[in-house]
């Protein structure tokens, strides 16, 4: 019996074999289809050096994520399809998704520290006031000024390196905040030093450059967020683009539920007492404030979304730079801004003027019509007391305190609120 079934099955393999030889030499291309079919190919994404800024370093912010954008596991939400192209390039940020998995996506803030057409009239400016032509290689020029050759032979960052520069939180330095700015200076491997000796001539340049055009992203690097600063995550920069986590601006809430709005406000009041108050013995004051100013995190806490105009006194060692050195300018001066822009005096920020700011251009459109009387009418009568800055026998943490009390009974406790939810609803805090 075993035999038998033995002979049927070679009987049956032998059948099969004489179909397949027929059916390859009925149909030649079959035959030939022995040759492996082309891989597919996936689509990539060409991102050009003039977009991201790449054509202009070392006059740039720095190199630390252009990986991320290379191997695509940074993308432009118009990225989700493979057939769109890359955004216009005159937009001031971008909305993106980073990854460090492929599997796993977070949304992320891709920003230009000034517009493109602001950063093309500097290129310009730094042509024509240094070589006298209409283009030049920007590295080249900026090198030759006696402010980088100070750089190049300086040990440590001092107050007299950045006199002169546009940046509020250069305008009142202190050695103590400029020894933070090189040790955790993040486009560079960490040394922990104070001194620059870790930095070659490149990484000066660029630090020399980001300071003096915008500071946003040196804020992020050397108060990050993990440290409980108010401030979204510094990713990293390639060329001119900087990458931080994202966040959506507060004109975004402007229409709010009631309890949403109260609950911002609080945290904004919140962040203006730390700016006054922290550990680091920093005074930090805004000198322009607006709808992108803080912006709210998925989870609902409030960040300071954009830094740069946030200026810094060092309450601990002071001022390290006189008003009168502050009317040195050069090149890296005019980057931005107009050459003939007065400073504002060390001597003149008060303790209220970030507050008075806020009472003036956000809390009104923020808490505006939101609550019942009486409530409503008393924070309307307060955000008017404020915004005339405030009686000169009230202080600035007694005004906080006193709006504080005005919006707690109004927020609630529930899931929208994920960076407080559950904690609220077993503390008396909330």
Excluded at 120 to 142: G, P, Q, V, Y
Excluded at 145 to 161: C, G, I
Excluded at 310 to 330: A, R
Excluded at 349 to 359: A, N, T
């Amino acid at each position: 019996m075993g035999r038998w079934i033995c002979c049927l099955c070679s009987r049956v393999a032998d059948s099969l074999m004489l179909l397949l030889v027929l059916a390859l030499s009925c149909n030649p291309s079959t035959a030939a289809g022995a040759s492996p079919t082309a891989p597919h190919v996936k689509p990539s994404y060409s991102f050009g050096r003039t977009f991201l800024g790449l054509d202009k370093c070392n006059a740039c912010i720095g190199t630390s994520i252009c990986k991320k954008f290379f191997k695509e596991e940074i993308r432009f939400d118009t990225w989700l399809s493979s057939h769109l192209k890359l955004p216009p390039s005159y937009l001031l940020s971008y909305s993106g998704n980073y990854t460090d998995d492929a599997k796993s996506w977070r949304l992320v803030d891709i920003t230009r520290l000034t517009t493109k057409y602001q950063h093309d009239r500097a290129d310009k400016r730094i042509c024509t006031s240094l070589l006298k032509t209409k283009t030049c290689s920007l590295e080249h020029a900026l090198r030759r000024t006696h402010r980088f050759q100070k750089w190049l032979r300086a040990k440590r960052l001092t107050p007299d390196l950045v006199q002169g520069l546009s940046s509020p939180m250069l305008r009142c330095p202190s050695q103590r905040l400029l020894d933070r700015i090189v040790r955790r200076y993040a486009e560079v491997p960490d040394a922990g030093s104070i001194y620059m000796d870790h930095l070659t001539d490149r990484d000066k340049l660029r630090l020399l450059y980001t300071l003096s055009v915008n500071s946003h992203p040196i804020l992020l690097q050397i108060f990050p967020d993990v440290e409980g600063w108010p401030f979204p995550r510094y990713l990293g920069s390639c060329g001119r683009l900087v990458v931080s986590a994202s966040t959506r601006p507060l004109r975004d809430f402007y229409g709010a539920a009631p309890e949403v709005a109260a609950d911002l406000a609080l945290q904004l009041l919140a962040v203006l007492r730390s700016m006054g108050t922290n550990d680091l013995n920093y005074f930090f004051y805004f000198t322009h404030v607006d709808a992108g100013t803080f912006g709210v995190f998925s989870n609902g806490h409030l960040f300071i979304r954009d830094a740069s105009m946030l200026g810094i006194i060092d309450k601990e060692e002071g001022s390290q730079l006189i008003d009168g050195q502050q009317e040195y300018k050069d090149i890296f001066s005019c980057l931005t801004v107009d050459c003939q822009s007065a400073f504002v005096s060390c001597n003149s920020i008060r303790e209220k003027h970030s507050l008075v700011m806020v009472c003036q251009e956000l809390l009104p459109k923020l808490l505006k019509g939101k609550f019942l009387q009486p409530v409503q009418e008393k924070i309307d009568s307060f955000l008017q007391h404020c915004a005339n800055g405030l009686a000169d026998d009230q202080g600035v943490n007694e005004a906080v305190a006193t709006l504080a009390e005005l919006l707690k009974p109004l927020r609630s406790c529930d899931s929208r609120f994920a960076y407080r939810y559950p904690d609220c609803k077993y503390s008396d805090k909330y």
